[in-house]
Nanobody, 123 residues
Framework: QVQLVESGGGSVQAGGSLTLSCVGSGTTYCMAWFRQAPGKEREGVAT????????VYADSVKGRFTVSRDNAKNTLYLQMTSLKPEDTAMYYC???????????????????WGQGTQVTVST
């Protein structure tokens, strides 16, 4: 099973930007970013097909976040701009277990999860 390692989290002021990266140990197919804030439910943020031609975003991040991938490097990215305090959360990189995946923001579609990277946005 592929392993995922996120990086790039940190603390930033509101209005700032951060780019998260996720490196996989092998071939990945459907991939996504999820986040979870303390006391809140896990939320799908953005997902991308293997070719990188199809993306889906949560309404809360549309126009501010951009998901992309470099399959040659087995790397997934999440470029976050115009960050808000409500974006504060642990961000997780996820991948489907195989090529038969449906592009969605449902956590049940993804069987491989990274350990997470913390993003904190202050006012």
């Amino acid at each position: 099973q592929v392993q995922l390692v996120e990086s790039g989290g940190g603390s930033v002021q509101a209005g700032g930007s951060l780019t998260l990266s996720c490196v996989g140990s092998g071939t990945t197919y459907c991939m996504a970013w999820f986040r979870q804030a303390p006391g809140k439910e896990r939320e799908g943020v953005a997902t991308i097909s293997r070719p990188g031609t199809t993306t889906v975003y949560a309404d809360s991040v549309k126009g501010r976040f951009t998901v992309s991938r470099d399959n040659a490097k087995n790397t997934l990215y999440l470029q976050m701009t115009s960050l808000k305090p409500e974006d504060t959360a642990m961000y997780y990189c996820v991948a489907s277990r195989g090529p038969s995946c449906i592009l969605s923001l449902r956590p049940t579609e993804f069987g491989v999860w990274g350990q997470g990277t913390q993003v904190t946005v202050s006012t």
